[in-house]
């Protein structure tokens, strides 16, 4: 069976800054968000792992993401881990140009958190009414209710 | 009772909306048409154009997004007509109702004639609501 | 440069709208381009969650979709219990084999609902009544272990609400054998239905290249050749303990999509059927307390696909994150190169066929300028799909009497 926990390892070397193995199907392992686009081309393009989805929740430190990665063969999810420090202007590379299956779930990001994807094609509210007021994010911890 | 209100209480033709719900009630009015509990013997069709409906059936929170649009499909239905509130959220808006997306319940938008509570009500007390619907209309003068 | 035309769909539940859910843009009679909004079933759930406690988040997700009403909340607990060590070092035996049989159901009932639909777009309303029909028996299996034939509040943290009785056993297993015999019925009507095989062959083709660069899962991605589900690729319950195939077309078409999900409802009934032999006797809850800071994914093989749950937990009795994926959401989005190309009549049964749970993904809309503005509605586009099987049929009756 592969060992695909080494060869993301070769794959990335010294960009993983931090690699958690909570189970032995559930690996978190974290990135600088500058590296976050090349990561992605290895693991979907290289290594044929399936994107499932990304996550963001604010906390204090700032905005983290987890890209989740699916290998289907071994049942295991590999999630990349990046956080935005920067709160007032939150942005990183979008993943979309790799496959354009990213592209509905980086715009409920943006539109939930705020965070901007440099370089997503599409960037427009995809669940929230036309009305919403601009600015307003609701998965952000402090809100106008 | 005029007669276009005692139109109505015969051979109701029904206009199905669904504003912000998980399905479960749309489901279970669907059921109503299929062969176990079959209300079309009795003449209630499901209508494809508000134009041609008598009664407005909702389901769902009413999210911001469809609040508009409930509107203006009220609007649209010709009157008189009457409103059923199908399922717990078009009645309180259930659990969803400290959300930020849900401004108001079904009826601070609209006149609701009959509540049908349930989540999801069964086949068995969506016929009792419009049967009740039905009465109520009759027994007014 | 040939006019384009704006023609929209409504989504299978008749809600009728301005603007409506979909509108294509077609050149004549071929579809050129989609554009998809949602947002009309949008309630703001992975917020509410933060706010509920890891029991009540349970009823919450449950309401995420009607159809897939066990998919959610069974994610959701494996995302719990992932944090806590694992479903199978969590749960008690007996409780692994009601969650796989109240699954198992599910999955049954949904592909059951969305053959009666697809019946029904294509023109065959025959068919969509009686598909709801035999789904009233398994409704009333599940009246019969839940207590509810939708919502069954089945699922908790370390378990499962309710057992299944002894005695309950035989009627649950009378029930699954009528079954097969209607599901054989709608497999032949299927696959010898030279007209029903006209209709869906060849349509809404999605290549696997597609399929993998826009993510798919479920029937819509193993009708496509891309051979993944989560009970055999990670298995939780007891989905490696017990015999079972998993089903994969190559076509990619909308025929491929349904004869995947007949079959798969036969691999369903047998499932059920070795569950119902093989449990054993014991508790059904482990009595979970607190839940430890920590992470934890949780994802099932929903009727429509890969159903993923992430939940983050301080050590509180909240969540502090909930992040819910739905498998429509991805498969919904495919659309884009399933259904451009193919004609306005077949437009209905492609956006159909991925089998979309609009309020797993929140509806669905299209919105796009053009030069000529016609509308039809989407009660419009079901008539025009229907009178193309009309069409096919008289055509096919007419070479057969030549």
Redesign the interface.
């Known amino acids: 069976m592969d060992n695909m926990r080494d060869k993301i390892k070769e794959a990335l070397g010294n960009r993983i800054l931090e690699w958690q193995e909570n189970s032995p199907k559930r690996v978190y392992f974290t990135l600088d968000k500058k590296d976050i686009f090349e990561t992605v081309k290895v693991l979907f393009k290289e290594l044929g792992l399936r994107f499932a989805t990304a996550s963001g929740v604010e906390l204090p430190e700032g905005f983290e993401i987890l890209y989740h990665f699916s290998f289907d063969k071994a049942g295991e999810f590999y999630s990349v881990r990046v956080l935005i420090k920067d709160k007032k202007h939150p942005q990183i590379d979008s993943i979309t140009p790799i496959f354009p299956g990213a592209e509905w779930i980086e715009r409920e990001i943006w539109e939930m958190l705020g965070i901007n994807f440099i370089g997503h094609p599409n960037l427009k509210r995809l669940l929230l009414a036309e009305d919403w007021p601009e600015g307003d994010y609701p998965l952000r911890n402090k809100r106008e209710p | 009772m005029d007669l276009k209100t005692r139109a109505l209480t015969k051979s109701i033709w029904v206009f199905h909306v669904s504003a912000g719900s998980c399905n479960n009630c749309d489901i279970e009015i669907l059921d109503c048409f299929t062969p176990r509990f079959d209300v079309e013997r009795f003449g209630i069709q499901l209508v494809g154009s508000v134009r041609h409906a008598d009664a407005l059936l909702v389901t769902g929170i009413v999210n911001r997004k469809c609040t508009p649009r409930l509107k203006k499909i009220y609007e649209q239905i010709p009157k008189p007509c009457v409103v059923v509130a199908v399922g717990q959220c078009a009645l309180s808006q259930h659990m969803f109702r400290f959300g930020y997306n849900a401004p108001a319940p079904l009826d601070k938008i609209l006149p609701v004639d009959v509540y049908i509570p349930g989540c999801p009500p069964k086949p068995e007390a969506i016929i009792d609501g419009i049967v009740k619907l039905v009465n109520k209309i009759r027994n007014k003068k | 440069m040939s006019h384009k035309v704006i023609v929209p769909i409504g989504p299978y539940?008749?809600?009728?709208?301005?603007p409506e859910f979909f509108q294509l843009y077609v050149e004549g009679e071929r579809v050129v381009d989609i554009d998809i909004?949602?947002?009309?079933?949008?309630?703001?759930?992975?917020?509410?969650s933060e706010?509920k406690h890891f029991d009540q988040v349970a009823?919450?997700v449950e309401?995420?979709?009607?159809?897939c009403?066990s998919s959610h909340p069974y994610a959701y607990v494996l995302a719990v219990e992932?944090l806590l060590?694992?479903e199978v070092n969590v749960v008690p035996e007996r409780a692994l084999y009601i969650r796989a049989i109240v699954d198992e159901l599910q999955r049954i009932h949904s592909h059951l609902?969305w053959l009666g639909l697809a019946g029904h777009f294509i023109g065959y309303n025959t068919v969509w009544?009686w598909a709801?029909?035999y789904?009233?028996p398994v409704l009333d299996m599940f009246e019969m272990i839940t207590g509810n034939?939708?919502?069954y509040a089945m699922f908790k943290v370390g378990g499962v609400r309710r057992d299944i009785k002894d005695e309950d056993i035989p009627i649950l297993k009378k029930t699954l054998d009528e079954l097969v015999p209607a599901v054989d019925m709608f497999r032949g009507a299927v696959m010898d239905d030279p007209v029903i095989k006209a209709r869906l062959k060849g349509i809404g083709i999605l290549t696997k290249e597609q399929a993998?660069?826009?993510?798919?899962v479920g029937p819509t991605a193993r009708a496509s050749g891309v051979n993944?589900d989560?009970r055999r690729?990670?298995?939780y319950g007891v989905f490696d303990r017990i015999d079972w195939n998993v089903i994969v077309e190559k076509d990619g078409d909308v025929f491929a999509k349904t004869m995947v999900r007949i079959l798969e409802l036969y691999e369903s009934v047998s499932i059920i059927r070795q569950c119902l032999d093989k449990m054993p006797k014991g508790e059904i809850d482990a009595d979970v307390k607190d839940i430890p800071p920590?992470?934890?994914?949780g994802?099932v093989e929903a009727p429509r696909g890969?159903c993923?749950h992430?939940i983050?937990s301080d050590g509180t009795n909240r969540p502090?994150?909930h992040?819910i994926?739905a498998p429509s959401?991805?498969n919904v989005?495919?659309n884009?190169v399933g259904a451009v190309g193919g004609t306005i009549s077949d437009a209905t049964i492609t956006l159909a066929a991925v089998d979309p749970?609009?309020?797993c993904t929140?509806r669905v809309a299209v919105i796009k300028k053009a030069n000529n503005k016609k509308i039809m509605?989407?009660?419009d586009l079901i008539r025009l799909s229907q009178e193309k099987t009309n069409k096919l049929k008289e055509g096919l009756s007419n070479a057969r009497d030549k």
């Not at chain 3, 539940?13 to 301005?18: G, K, Y």
């Not at chain 3, 909004?37 to 509410?48: A, D, M, P, S, V």
């Not at chain 3, 309401?63 to 159809?67: V, Y």
């Open positions: 539940h008749p809600l009728q709208d301005e909004i949602i947002g009309y079933n949008h309630r703001g759930i992975e917020k509410l706010s009823f919450l309401r995420i979709c009607g159809i009403s992932d060590g694992g609902l009544m709801w029909k789904r009233e034939r939708n919502n993998i660069d826009w993510c798919v993944i989560v690729d990670e298995p920590g992470e934890g994914i994802r890969e993923f992430y983050k502090i994150r992040k994926r959401f991805m989005a495919s884009k749970c609009y309020c929140e509605n989407g009660w």
